[in-house]
């Protein structure tokens, strides 16, 4: 027993230590690349989002699946055609944090998203409990998921589509 112990504490031969990242390390690299993110998601702001996404990142909103169908891509073009083209449709959005989270490669964004969108001519607005978790590797984002409480939407949705219906034609 005493040595497998002796072995474990044994230093390399080399005598050198290995440089591994420490925890508050990662942290302080991954929050500014998180933060820059994800203010440029909730302003809708592509063109400073772009840079900050690696070429292999993916977006996800499992959430999402029941209200708007698939909500996944793979890649950053994938990624920058879903937000510039998928989130047209979006008149306005606006996030009051709850909470904001930086833990090693991680981002997590917890509030409520106040948004506007054109669905199929009728304006919904909602506000939604919302979380975004984003990972950071080599300094851009590699992976977005989000998740969302999309009861309030929904019912905005409908009494919206109601309104319209019942508005006059003219």
Known sequence: MSVVAFALLAVPATGAE?????????TEVTAPVADAYFKAYIARDWDALEPLLADAASFE?????LVFGGVAREGRLAMMDLFRNGYASIKDMSFNPLRTIHSADFGLYEGVLHWEIDVN???????TPFVTIVKVLEGKVIEHRDFVDYAPFIAAWKQASEAAKAAPKG
């Open 18 to 26: 290995e440089t591994r990242p420490t925890y508050s390390g990662t």
């Open 61 to 65: 909103d499992q959430t999402a699946r």
């Open 121 to 127: 001519g009728v304006i919904v607005i909602s506000e």
